[in-house]
């Protein structure tokens, strides 16, 4: 059986989310970030050594990487579900959100958080120089590429229902956290991105992700 290791706050929901949809048999096994450092603690890094999440066991094997262990389970309990047969009209758009969640989007979002970090935790002598270093980052690369992405995302969200067309898939699923993340950190407001907030909504009332979550029971942001 599937045991997912699952890290308070961290990208570790999107596969709490996923086995609850596919009602998949698991354990859960919860373990809370240091309260001093936010990092994951020791027992977590015993089993997952970079201490990133998600990370699940399944007997012999230990697999990190969203991608790989979404993948992993869809091979063995989707049966079918959420992922979009080849050749279909959905599989392109599947394969393109499903990969950009964690090629494009998560990392400039980790990036951006690791930044702004920077300046609240840097000596306070250098903070000016650090949040001008920030700033400058912020408008030559992060902020231009970040707006570009949820204009994108905007978009395709005004066609469909869901990312890959009017039925869940795991590009949902991956996107989702990332979702929340641009919601509270990358300026993804209400107004401008209207297609955007109807996605969380829609997910936030999901009944699979409502039982996630209760099971979580901490919320998704690392703020």
């Given at each position: 059986?599937i045991?997912?290791?699952?890290l308070e706050?961290s990208?570790?929901?999107r596969?709490l989310?996923?086995l609850e949809?596919l009602?998949a048999p698991?354990e859960?096994k919860?373990?809370?970030?240091?309260?001093?450092?936010?990092?994951a603690?020791?027992a977590?890094k015993?089993?997952?050594p970079?201490?990133t999440?998600?990370?699940?066991?399944?007997g012999d094997?230990?697999l990190?990487e969203?991608?790989?262990?979404i993948?992993?389970?869809?091979?063995q309990y989707g049966?079918?579900r959420?992922r979009?047969?080849?050749?279909?009209p959905?599989r392109?758009p599947?394969?393109?959100?499903?990969?950009?969640?964690q090629g494009?989007?998560?990392?400039l979002?980790?990036?951006?958080f690791?930044m702004?970090?920077?300046t609240?935790r840097?000596?306070?002598?250098?903070?000016?120089?650090?949040?001008?270093?920030?700033?400058?980052l912020?408008?030559?690369?992060?902020?231009?590429?970040?707006n570009?992405?949820?204009g994108?995302?905007e978009?395709?969200?005004?066609?469909h229902?869901?990312?890959?067309?009017?039925e869940?898939?795991a590009?949902?699923?991956v996107?989702?956290?990332?979702m929340?993340?641009?919601?509270h950190?990358?300026?993804m407001d209400?107004k401008r991105f209207?297609?955007?907030?109807?996605?969380l909504?829609?997910?936030?009332e999901?009944?699979?992700?409502?039982?996630?979550m209760?099971k979580?029971g901490?919320?998704?942001?690392?703020l």
């Amino acid at each position: 059986m599937i045991t997912l290791h699952h890290l308070e706050k961290s990208q570790s929901i999107r596969i709490l989310w996923l086995l609850e949809e596919l009602g998949a048999p698991y354990e859960i096994k919860l373990y809370d970030r240091d309260p001093k450092t936010r990092l994951a603690p020791a027992a977590y890094k015993a089993v997952s050594p970079l201490g990133t999440a998600p990370v699940i066991t399944d007997g012999d094997v230990t697999l990190a990487e969203t991608n790989a262990i979404i993948d992993y389970i869809l091979d063995q309990y989707g049966n079918g579900r959420l992922r979009p047969a080849a050749g279909t009209p959905e599989r392109a758009p599947y394969l393109f959100w499903f990969h950009t969640a964690q090629g494009s989007l998560q990392p400039l979002l980790t990036n951006k958080f690791v930044m702004m970090a920077m300046t609240t935790r840097a000596p306070f002598l250098v903070r000016p120089v650090a949040k001008s270093l920030v700033a400058a980052l912020d408008a030559g690369f992060f902020g231009p590429r970040l707006n570009a992405l949820m204009g994108e995302i905007e978009k395709a969200l005004g066609k469909h229902k869901w990312f890959a067309g009017d039925e869940l898939t795991a590009a949902d699923i991956v996107m989702g956290y990332s979702m929340e993340l641009c919601a509270h950190r990358a300026g993804m407001d209400e107004k401008r991105f209207p297609n955007g907030h109807r996605f969380l909504k829609q997910m936030r009332e999901y009944p699979s992700y409502i039982r996630a979550m209760e099971k979580d029971g901490k919320g998704t942001i690392l703020l």
